[in-house]
T-cell receptor
Framework: NAGVTQTPKFRVLKTGQSMTLLCAQD?????MYWYRQDPGMGLRLIHY???????AKGEVPDGYNVSRLKKQNFLLGLESAAPSQTSVYFC????????????FGEGSWLTVV | GDSVTQMEGPVTLSEEAFLTINCTYT??????LFWYVQYPGEGLQLLLK?????DKGSNKGFEATYRKETTSFHLEKGSVQVSDSAVYFC?????????????FGKGTTLSVSS
């Protein structure tokens, strides 16, 4: 009954370091998403994918890259972390068309110092 | 573009009080509307949804009605409990635009005291 699983849950990075957040879903969903949550800003879409091998930019894509090599996984990469990327990151997935329910992971807390 | 506006928080209530959190939207197509809830330290969970005008979504004593004429989807609960303390997000998705994700409001923090 895993649903959407994110790793790691917590990470502290130094400015300029790189890292990858991994999202895995076991619901055979076509669509996957990465959001960031900041105080007073709600959730903002970073990148999303509508199927294996596809990715697209969301509202705030700069400084991030993504890959969807396997249907069940969606990776979010930070090539050179900046303090402005300190945030809580949420992965989510859904069946085709986001009119269906979107299921969220538990979040990854990232601090860039 | 599409957007969601929800009332600023925090909202502070006593147990058993009536709750309303206002949400209005702007959309070019025919959106589905959602309320998500986020408990402290957790991810977002779907609370309820409505996919067409005049639909009422309900769950756990919460309800919201999709009002196309006022472009609103206000969340209500008749008697809140301490356990309802959380952040509530209104969201929409525009089904006429395949591949789009949910668009969220900024969230409203609800604090219920006993």
């Amino acid at each position: 009954n895993a649903g959407v699983t994110q790793t790691p849950k917590f990470r502290v990075l130094k400015t300029g370091q790189s890292m990858t957040l991994l999202c895995a879903q076991d619901m055979n969903h076509e669509y996957m998403y990465w959001y960031r949550q900041d105080p007073g800003m709600g959730l903002r879409l970073i990148h999303y994918s509508v199927g294996e091998g596809t990715t697209a930019k969301g509202e705030v894509p700069d400084g991030y890259n993504v890959s969807r090599l396997k249907k069940q996984n969606f990776l979010l990469g930070l090539e050179s972390a900046a303090p402005s990327q300190t945030s809580v990151y949420f992965c989510a997935s859904s069946y085709e068309y986001s009119g269906n329910t979107i299921y969220f992971g538990e979040g990854s807390w990232l601090t860039v110092v | 573009g599409d957007s969601v506006t929800q009332m600023e928080g925090p909202v502070t209530l006593s147990e058993e009080a009536f709750l309303t959190i206002n949400c209005t939207y702007t959309a070019t197509g025919y959106p589905s509307l959602f309320w998500y809830v986020q408990y402290p330290g957790e991810g977002l969970q779907l609370l309820l949804k409505a996919t067409k005008a005049d639909d009422k979504g309900s769950n756990k004593g919460f309800e919201a009605t999709y009002r196309k004429e006022t472009t609103s989807f206000h969340l209500e609960k008749g008697s809140v409990q301490v356990s309802d303390s959380a952040v509530y997000f209104c969201a929409l998705s525009d089904q006429s635009q395949a591949g789009t994700a949910l668009i969220f409001g900024k969230g409203t923090t609800l604090s219920v005291s006993s």
